[in-house]
């Protein structure tokens, strides 16, 4: 695609890049089909990340491409206050009818990010109309990523994404994260951990029940690193949440959509949330789009009072675009047809023995893993925290492989359509690459 400035980089302020750097040897792509990406130079370029933990059903699939270019010359925007359109409500309906047992209505948003906060405010507002309002406390946990909106970082455990921003909520509580050294080279859910979720209990009792809404926790942290819940550690926090009437909220911007191999996460662990956020793998990263399911009980509370009455006041302008919906629906459509999921845990033992082979290999500290998902952690350069991990990331791009890295973390999250070759490469290009790094 000809651009009118291709070789002006300076007024995109690009999120989460190191700016000066990216422009002084930018790294574009310009096409991407299956599981590559083109490059402007004409490479190809593997994806071993599903863009950002999204393309779950690879690139330029048929199905999603003309069900959106339909849409668009069929109804391109239609309100969502006060009005609909069919496709909103029958995405709605296909969400629940695959979400765990319980979620029965789906609020839609345009992002992960957005899918958090909305989760935040219902979870309060419930509470209120129930008659509770003392209930406003929100925990969630160190290491914890909600995305980048106020309510997000506040829950949020992830230093970097909080401390240049000042005040944030107040009320807000955080659960120690799982990352225990113990567990160093798990296969799958660790052994050890699990008490770690007592300390809500301490929580409560410090604040008293009365004034907690809500616990927010990615079922499997990705973008901290790849930390895994130790095995019964989630069906803890549930109890504890069961016994004193705080909601449960499961962040499954990542892991739902097939990412652990099953719809979603609270499928694999066999823990029942009171909510679950989606966005992602919702539209396979083509355009943006969220979501937060929630019970019956959460909903039904709010429908009380006169039926001309608006019941909640949060909502955005493009919640449900008939576009997104379009693009749900193929890419839904698109899973279930090909049986992406089901691939995902067929593969995944495959996926677990290649990442492990790299034991051994020069600066890696640990590794972890669990349905297509894996992290290789790197011992850090003294003094200089997440060089080493980057240099990795740039040397493996130069390499034809795209990989992720997160503090001196690399993790992988690679479209669910992979194949076994395509394994092959990634580790044996991190291993070339780590091997010859300082």
């Not at 069961?242 to 911007?253: A, M, Q, S, Y």
């Not at 698109?334 to 996926?351: D, I, K, Q």
């Not at 051994?360 to 590794?367: A, E, L, M, Q, S």
């Amino acid at each position: 695609m000809a651009l009118d400035r291709p070789n002006d980089l300076n007024a995109f302020w690009m999120p989460f890049t190191a700016n000066r750097q990216f422009k002084k040897a930018p790294r574009m792509f310009v096409a991407a089909e299956g599981m590559h990406y083109t490059t402007a130079e004409g490479r190809q370029v593997l994806d071993g990340t599903a863009g950002l933990w999204c393309c779950n059903a690879g690139h330029k699939r048929p199905r999603i491409t003309e069900a959106i270019q339909k849409q668009a010359a069929e109804l391109d925007y239609a309100p969502a206050f006060q009005m609909g359109h069919p496709l909103a409500f029958d995405l709605a309906n296909k969400l629940v009818d695959m979400a765990p047992d319980g979620m029965a209505h789906a609020f839609y948003t345009n992002s992960g990010s957005e899918s958090v906060e909305t989760a935040l405010k219902i979870a309060i507002a419930y509470h209120r109309a129930r008659g509770e309002g003392s209930r406003t406390r929100l925990i969630g946990r160190e290491r914890g990523y909600h995305g980048v909106n106020f309510g997000g970082i506040s829950v949020g455990g992830i230093v970097n994404n909080r401390r240049m921003f000042g005040s944030l909520l107040t009320g807000v509580d955080h659960l120690p994260h799982t990352h225990l050294p113990e567990n160093a080279w798990t296969r799958g859910q660790p052994e050890h951990g699990a008490h770690l979720a007592d300390e809500l209990e301490r929580i409560v009792a410090l604040h008293g029940a009365e004034t907690v809404a809500a616990v927010i926790v990615e079922p499997m942290a990705g973008s901290t690193g790849v930390l895994l819940p130790p095995k019964g550690y989630l069906e803890k926090l549930r109890e504890i949440c069961t016994k004193h009437g705080i909601l449960l909220i499961f962040d499954e911007v990542i892991t739902g959509f097939g990412r652990l191999g099953s719809s979603f996460a609270a499928e694999h662990f066999d823990v029942q949330p009171d909510m679950i956020t989606l966005a992602k793998g919702l539209t396979n990263g083509v355009i943006p789009m969220g979501a937060v399911l929630a019970t019956s009980d959460i909903h039904d509370a709010f429908m009380q009072g006169p039926e001309h009455v608006i019941e909640l006041f949060h909502g955005y302008t493009y919640s449900g675009n008939p576009i997104a919906s379009a693009a749900g629906l193929a890419t839904l459509e698109t899973y279930r047809e090909e049986g992406l999921f089901e691939r995902a845990a067929e593969l995944a033992p495959y996926w677990e023995e290649a990442l492990h082979s790299l034991k051994g290999t020069r600066h890696v500290i640990d590794i972890r893993n669990m349905g297509l998902i894996g992290a290789v952690e790197l011992e850090p350069i003294a003094g200089q925290p997440t060089k080493r991990a980057f240099q990795a990331f740039l040397d493996c791009y130069e390499k034809g492989v795209l990989i992720r890295t997160t503090g001196d973390i690399i993790a992988l999250s690679p479209p669910l359509i992979i194949e076994k070759a395509h394994i092959d490469q990634i580790v044996d290009t991190l291993r070339e690459v780590l091997d010859a790094l300082e």
